[in-house]
């Protein structure tokens, strides 16, 4: 149980082309999903959580007008990434939790975003 | 801020040895979790730990929490080159998980 679905699992694409990932909790209502990226060599940083229904709210030095966040269902948020440059380039990471904060969160697989 | 410092960063060692890495974190927390991450692969949960003194042990793998000290080790024994990968501990502060730089473990046969 708890699966937790990202897609594309890899992106290669131009600089300037707006991409869209995908977080989808198959078998669980994720009330809350988190949107980390890990660069080559460190550790995740936490980009922004989510609420169904509500704005995502970001972390410091997030631009939010950059990295659009989506949660309009129980099972799906997304992740676009607009305008993308080679310094957008990372591992994005997805994470979904049922419920308040004393509940785990499950991770997705991940998505390579490469941008020429 | 919460901090999560691990150490070392970098571990090279021979197969059949025992090694700890530590993860200290800054202020009081609810939950400390540990997971291991494979190259180009996303996240494997191998232990939450919840409460002072908790011990989990999960094949060659042990993880112990002392929150008073506010430090969690995990130790590895007898290790094998399967067990190669980074291993990050995280904290859970207001509805947040917060990672450390992670270990890389790299184990020579």
């Known amino acids: 149980g708890a699966v937790v679905s990202q897609h594309p699992s890899r992106v290669i694409c131009k600089s300037g082309t707006s991409v869209k990932i995908e977080c989808r909790s198959l078998?669980?209502?994720?009330?809350?999903m988190f949107w980390y990226r890990q660069f080559p060599k460190q550790s995740l940083m936490l980009m922004a959580t989510s609420n169904e229904g509500s704005k995502a709210t970001y972390e410091q030095g997030v631009e939010k007008d950059k990295f659009l966040i989506n949660h309009a269902s129980l099972t799906l948020s997304t992740l676009t990434v607009t305008s993308a440059h080679p310094e957008d380039s990372s591992f994005y990471i997805c994470?979904?939790?049922?419920?308040?904060?004393?509940?785990?969160?499950?991770f997705g697989d991940g998505t390579r975003l490469s941008i020429l | 801020e919460l901090k999560v410092e691990q150490n070392p960063l970098f571990l090279s060692m021979q197969e059949g040895k025992n090694y700890t890495i530590y993860c200290n974190y800054s202020?009081?927390?609810?939950?400390l979790y540990w997971y291991r991450q494979d190259p180009g692969k996303s996240l494997e949960s191998l232990f939450v730990?919840?409460?002072?003194?908790a011990v989990k042990q999960e094949g060659r793998l042990m993880a112990s929490l002392d929150t008073k000290a506010r430090l969690s080790t995990l130790h590895i024994t007898a290790a094998v080159h399967d067990l190669s990968a980074t291993y990050f501990c995280?904290?859970?502060?207001?509805?947040?998980?917060?990672f450390g730089k992670g270990t890389r473990l790299h184990i020579l046969p």
């Open positions: 730990l919840l409460s002072n003194g």
């Open positions: 995280a904290v859970d502060r207001d509805d947040k998980i917060i």
């Open positions: 078998d669980f209502q994720a009330t809350t």
């Open positions: 994470s979904a939790r049922t419920g308040g904060g004393n509940q785990p969160q499950h």
């Open positions: 202020t009081t927390s609810d939950r």
